[in-house]
């Protein structure tokens, strides 16, 4: 690992990461994987990383009301639509889109509450600083395993690279 902030780039502080995760289920579906990776931040990112238990539960609410407000849609505009399967799809899929966005907002609110506009920044660069795109296990026929992970901040994914024998890509 790099010493540096994964996501501001300045120096890391011991003790302090900030977790990456992936699941992957294989093509049957049958099995999943999960990848947990720790990368070091600064302080400052640090600070402004937790997110606030009540927007979790805004965010677990939201996933339930937006699939009822889906699931109602689809019957409201299968009967009003005369049974068009397109139109079914499309009203319940945008009806949950919206829903679910409007409830993403809300606990964006709640996570960035009393945060200085500076920290709002810190907070959000942090959020997508990086992330695991795809990983593969070592198979029992194809021994090579790889895990392809996307950083913002292209020193620290230089320095990552180069300490892990990894390509940039
Ligand atoms: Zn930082």
Redesign the pocket.
Known sequence: MPNT?M????PAEAGLYYCLDKTQSNWPGKKSTTLNLNFP??A??HAVSASRRGANVVIVIGIIISLLVCGLSAVAANSLSNQNALITIISAGTLFFISAMLFRWFARLINEKGLTPENKRRRRN?LKAGSVKQFKVPGTFDKTGFIDFQFENAPFAASFALLNRGKLL
């Open positions: 902030c996501s501001c780039g300045a931040i600064c400052e990112c942090l």
